[in-house]
């Protein structure tokens, strides 16, 4: 039974930051790309982040400079560390594997940021 769960959300202001955590369990972890994905109320998912097993990061370009993905393989955990935080950011965030398998996915943590 594979299991996501994302933390860390909340209500900043624009040009702060947060951090999310996500736990993973019941799936090898450590040999599984890993991603952070996030969807705004009207808008299609996007992925925002992705890490490799051997930590090699990607970002969509919205992101880029700003937030920074992280992993921890053996407390099967990922990271996003968000800073300058922006209104359009707003969003709930999830954590899934790269490809995305739709059953895994969690509640999500919600991120708000205001101007």
């Known amino acids: 039974q594979v299991q996501l769960v994302e933390s860390g959300g909340g209500l900043v202001q624009a040009g702060g930051s947060l951090r999310l955590s996500c736990t993973a369990s019941?799936?090898?972890?450590?040999?599984?790309?890993m991603a952070w994905y996030r969807q705004a109320p009207g808008k299609q998912r996007e992925l925002v982040a992705s890490?490799?097993?051997?930590?090699?990061?990607v970002y969509a370009d919205s992101v880029r400079g700003r937030f920074t993905i992280l992993r921890d393989n053996a407390k099967k955990m990922i990271y996003l560390q968000m800073n300058s935080l922006k209104v359009e950011d707003t969003a709930v965030y999830y954590c899934?594997?790269?490809?995305?398998?739709?059953?895994?996915w969690g509640q999500g943590t919600q991120v708000t940021v205001s101007s």
């Open positions: 890490i490799t097993p051997s930590y090699s990061p």
């Open positions: 019941g799936r090898t972890f450590t040999i599984n790309t």
């Open positions: 899934n594997y790269v490809p995305v398998v739709d059953g895994y």
